[in-house]
């Protein structure tokens, strides 16, 4: 419950700031219902979200994060390639400056490779049945710390 | 934040990406960083061809700049886009997704897209939309095309800001015709009828073609006879037709001086964007602090507007 209050704080808090959040699915896999549910989410919560679709690979999401100016980056994974993808995607940011953005991964991550996934940066990993409300939650405090900066 | 817009600007010049993304956020977040860039950028004589998109939702407007992007890439020319979408009048929140039809060119170096929420308080086109077409027009984009949400409010708008005007309609959407009735076939230059893949598409071109001719859509535009064009975006047919005739459109505004004219009328309407948003931000904020009292509303109605405009002196 505690967290509910929290998070309407927040939610208060960046009213009036915009705050824009890339959604995009990385890899071969099509199915995008959970980023979709994700993207909706955040946008009732009152952020801006770039929807890239299906199908992208690093560079792309790299260039379109450099494009759109977004604060904050959540890639989905569902098809089991999430090292090297989110390796290459983690290794791509840096390369461009782009280090200092923080990163969400969600989907069907094995838990024994949570650890190396953290390592590369990424800020958190959101595994099926992760409640929207934590997953808003912590997006915006990661926007807010990185514009205090 | 002021030493380093020069900095930026520099290096947005010079073809940094990266700069070029945090201009265009600085023109979004304040009015007087806005200003102040676009004072360092304005040049008197606009370059870019600006090709305003609207049309039906889900008629494939994005869908169908994706290809004119592709053609106008392989001419060699730069291409920018400031795709609109709506923002939620009561979370605040966007969800932008025409990107998502234009993805295949986010690593090209000669294309930049940047999606734009309305956020207005009247739910149309936002002063940084029309500021950041001035700065794909220094950065020496050559098209600079703005997909706009298609309903009401941004119909009308883009008028204001486009050398070039396309509407797209669609069969099978149910009651195009009556949408396209309703206001935005005054403003066409060009009309599309994308989808034309669809067994529907012959009655609705008929249609379309019959309606223009008789003048019952298509405004008399000074000499310019509004034209109609059938597209596949979807199976890139149609799309060299469609770029031949925004070139004619484009010879025949230069040619008749028009062209000039629409950044005169684009540029006094960023400033009456800003205006509004200046005037309308400030009233909000002050009419949350009055008690009408219900005995004089028209006086105290007049008492804010003053308030209002007094926070300018
Ligand atoms: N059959 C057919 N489908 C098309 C064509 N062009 C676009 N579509 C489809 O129509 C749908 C909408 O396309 P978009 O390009 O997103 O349309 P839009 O007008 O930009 O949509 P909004 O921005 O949401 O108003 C997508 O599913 C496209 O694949 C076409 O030429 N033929
Ligand atoms: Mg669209």
Same mark, same amino acid.
């Given at each position: 419950?505690?967290?509910?209050?929290?998070?309407?704080?927040?939610?208060?808090?960046?009213?009036?700031? &915009?705050?824009?959040?890339?959604?995009?699915?990385?890899?071969?896999?099509?199915?995008?219902?959970?980023? @979709?549910?994700?993207? /909706?989410?955040?946008?009732?919560?009152?952020? *801006?979200?770039?929807?890239?679709?299906?199908?992208?690979?690093?560079?792309?999401?790299?260039?379109?994060?450099?494009?759109?100016?977004?604060?904050?980056?959540?890639?989905?994974?569902?098809?089991?390639?999430? +090292?090297?993808?989110?390796?290459?995607?983690?290794?791509?940011?840096?390369?461009?400056?782009?280090?200092?953005?923080?990163?969400?991964?969600?989907?069907?991550?094995? =838990?024994?490779?949570?650890?190396?996934? @953290?390592? $590369?940066?990424? /800020?958190?990993?959101? =595994?099926?049945?992760?409640?929207?409300?934590? +997953?808003? @939650?912590?997006?915006?405090?990661?926007? $807010?710390?990185?514009?205090?900066? | 934040?002021?030493?380093?817009?020069?900095? $930026?600007?520099?290096?947005?010049?010079?073809?940094?990406?990266?700069?070029?993304?945090?201009?265009?956020?600085?023109? *979004?977040?304040?009015?007087?960083?806005?200003?102040?860039?676009?004072?360092?950028?304005?040049?008197?004589?606009?370059?870019?061809?600006?090709?305003?998109?609207?049309?039906?939702?889900?008629?494939?407007?994005?869908?169908?700049?994706?290809?004119?992007?592709?053609?106008?890439?392989?001419?060699?020319?730069?291409?920018?886009?400031?795709?609109?979408?709506?923002?939620?009048? %009561?979370? &605040?929140?966007?969800?932008?997704?025409?990107?998502?039809? #234009?993805?295949?060119?986010?690593?090209?170096?000669?294309?930049?897209?940047?999606?734009?929420?309305?956020?207005?308080?009247?739910?149309?086109?936002?002063?940084?939309?029309?500021?950041?077409?001035?700065?794909? !027009?220094?950065?020496?984009?050559?098209?600079?095309?703005?997909?706009?949400?298609?309903?009401?409010?941004?119909?009308?708008?883009?008028?204001?800001?486009?050398?070039?005007? $396309?509407?797209?309609?669609?069969?099978?959407?149910? !009651?195009?015709?009556?949408?396209?009735?309703?206001?935005? #076939?005054?403003?066409?230059?060009?009309?599309?009828?994308?989808?034309?893949?669809?067994?529907?598409?012959? /009655?609705?071109?008929?249609?379309?073609?019959?309606?223009?001719?008789?003048?019952?859509?298509?405004?008399?535009?000074?000499?310019?006879?509004? &034209?109609?064009?059938?597209?596949?975006?979807?199976?890139?047919?149609?799309?060299?037709?469609?770029?031949?005739?925004?070139?004619?459109?484009?010879?025949? +505004?230069?040619?008749?001086? +028009?062209?000039?004219?629409?950044?005169?009328?684009?540029?006094?309407?960023?400033?009456?964007?800003?205006?509004?948003? %200046?005037?309308? *931000?400030?009233?909000?904020?002050?009419? !949350?602090?009055? *008690?009408?009292?219900? @005995?004089?509303?028209?006086?105290?109605?007049?008492?804010?507007?003053?308030?209002? %405009?007094?926070?300018?002196?």
């Amino acid at each position: 419950m505690g967290g509910a209050t929290n998070l309407l704080d927040l939610i208060k808090k960046t009213r009036n700031r &915009r705050i824009k959040v890339l959604i995009a699915k990385l890899g071969l896999d099509g199915h995008d219902r959970g980023a @979709k549910v994700v993207a /909706r989410a955040l946008k009732d919560a009152g952020l *801006e979200v770039i929807y890239t679709g299906i199908r992208q690979t690093p560079e792309q999401v790299v260039e379109t994060a450099i494009q759109e100016d977004v604060d904050v980056i959540g890639v989905s994974i569902l098809s089991g390639a999430h +090292i090297p993808l989110m390796t290459k995607l983690m290794r791509l940011l840096r390369e461009r400056g782009l280090g200092d953005i923080p990163v969400f991964l969600g989907g069907t991550i094995p =838990l024994p490779d949570i650890p190396k996934l @953290k390592e $590369l940066g990424i /800020r958190n990993i959101f =595994l099926p049945g992760t409640p929207l409300r934590d +997953i808003i @939650k912590e997006t915006l405090e990661a926007a $807010l710390e990185r514009s205090r900066e | 934040m002021k030493n380093n817009v020069e900095t $930026l600007i520099g290096n947005a010049l010079n073809g940094d990406r990266a700069s070029i993304g945090r201009l265009l956020t600085y023109i *979004e977040r304040s009015p007087e960083i806005a200003s102040k860039i676009l004072s360092i950028i304005i040049q008197e004589k606009g370059g870019g061809h600006v090709i305003g998109v609207t049309g039906i939702p889900g008629s494939g407007k994005s869908t169908l700049i994706s290809r004119l992007i592709s053609h106008y890439k392989n001419s060699g020319l730069r291409v920018a886009v400031v795709a609109i979408d709506p923002t939620s009048p %009561l979370s &605040r929140g966007a969800l932008l997704g025409d990107r998502i039809r #234009m993805q295949e060119h986010a690593t090209d170096p000669r294309v930049f897209i940047r999606s734009v929420p309305t956020r207005g308080v009247k739910g149309g086109l936002s002063f940084s939309g029309v500021a950041m077409i001035e700065v794909f !027009d220094r950065l020496g984009f050559d098209k600079i095309i703005v997909e706009s949400i298609g309903v009401g409010q941004t119909d009308i708008d883009i008028m204001n800001l486009a050398h070039t005007i $396309l509407v797209v309609t669609a069969p099978g959407l149910g !009651d195009e015709i009556q949408a396209l009735k309703a206001g935005i #076939m005054e403003i066409g230059d060009i009309y599309v009828l994308n989808k034309s893949d669809k067994p529907e598409a012959n /009655r609705t071109y008929a249609y379309l073609d019959f309606a223009l001719e008789t003048g019952e859509i298509g405004s008399e535009k000074i000499k310019w006879k509004p &034209r109609l064009v059938k597209t596949s975006a979807v199976m890139g047919q149609g799309i060299e037709d469609l770029v031949d005739i925004i070139e004619e459109h484009l010879q025949f +505004i230069k040619k008749s001086g +028009i062209y000039q004219e629409k950044i005169r009328v684009r540029r006094r309407y960023m400033v009456r964007l800003l205006a509004e948003k %200046l005037f309308l *931000e400030t009233l909000e904020n002050l009419s !949350d602090s009055i *008690e009408p009292t219900g @005995k004089n509303i028209y006086e105290e109605a007049v008492q804010l507007l003053k308030e209002t %405009l007094s926070q300018f002196d």
